[in-house]
């Protein structure tokens, strides 16, 4: 068991539906992070927030909508996805200092996604 | 453009071998980090060493080291004494200070898998 825990482990969904990802990690990390794992395709972060402040939104379609409601959850609310959402969904903590270049980011076992 | 590649889509080692698991990167800014991540086939993200682009000596962390070649903008991975609970995805990932990079950005892995 990780310091980063996501739920659930595996969902499939209708492209219809409404579902949530959850993450919460107990590290004391002020800083979190979404990634999508795609089949063939190198990790692409998707969201970061920072003290519970969104930094970072790489292009990510609005059906796709993040929630940092305190630095230790991070949810991901999903409507109207298409099946080439189907993917590993990976979230990451870290301890963000701006003097030192090095934090290592914790990861969660992920959220294996499947929009039918 | 690229800021990490992995050229070997897959590797195979016999066990208690060794084994390098190539990585280049693309960067401009002088101030970066270099990381190698470990996926086995459960999802979950594990750290296993890094680099930092003013390190003067190669980093080892256990059975694993970095054989950093700055010039060439090079960040292999070796792995001495292969076990086969080694096998699993390798991911390369690079964090540069200032660039366009400045969260963890990776390769699209190599998969190795250790041979009894």
């Known amino acids: 068991e990780t310091g980063v825990t996501q739920t659930p482990r595996h969902l499939v969904m209708g492209m219809t539906n409404k579902k949530s990802l959850k993450c919460e990690q107990h590290l004391g990390h002020n800083a979190m992070y979404w990634y999508k794992q795609s089949a063939k395709k190198p990790l692409e972060l998707m969201f970061v927030y920072n003290f519970k402040e969104q930094t970072e939104n790489n292009s990510v379609p609005s059906r796709f909508s993040p929630e940092c409601p305190n630095s230790s959850h991070l949810f991901l609310h999903l409507h109207t996805l298409q099946p080439e959402d189907s993917a590993l969904y990976l979230c990451?903590?870290?301890?963000?200092?701006?003097?030192?270049?090095?934090?290592?980011?914790?990861f969660g076992s992920g959220t294996r996604l499947t929009v039918v | 453009a690229q800021k990490i590649t992995q050229t070997q889509p897959g590797m195979f080692v016999q066990e208690k071998e060794a084994v390098t698991l190539d990585c280049t990167y693309d960067t401009s800014d002088p101030s970066y980090g270099l990381f190698w991540y470990k996926q086995p086939s459960s999802g979950e993200m594990i750290f296993l060493i890094y680099?930092?682009?003013?390190?003067?000596q190669n980093a080892t962390e256990g059975r694993y080291s970095l054989n950093f070649q700055k010039a060439r903008k090079s960040a292999n991975l070796v792995i001495s004494a292969s076990q086969l609970g080694d096998s699993a995805m390798y991911f390369c990932?690079?964090?540069?200070?200032?660039?366009?990079?400045?969260?963890?950005?990776f390769g699209s892995g190599t998969q190795l898998t250790v041979l009894p």
């Open positions: 990932a690079m964090r540069e200070v200032s660039g366009s990079a400045r969260q963890l950005t």
């Open positions: 990451a903590s870290s301890q963000q200092t701006s003097d030192r270049l090095f934090y290592g980011y914790t």
């Open positions: 680099q930092g682009s003013y390190d003067q």
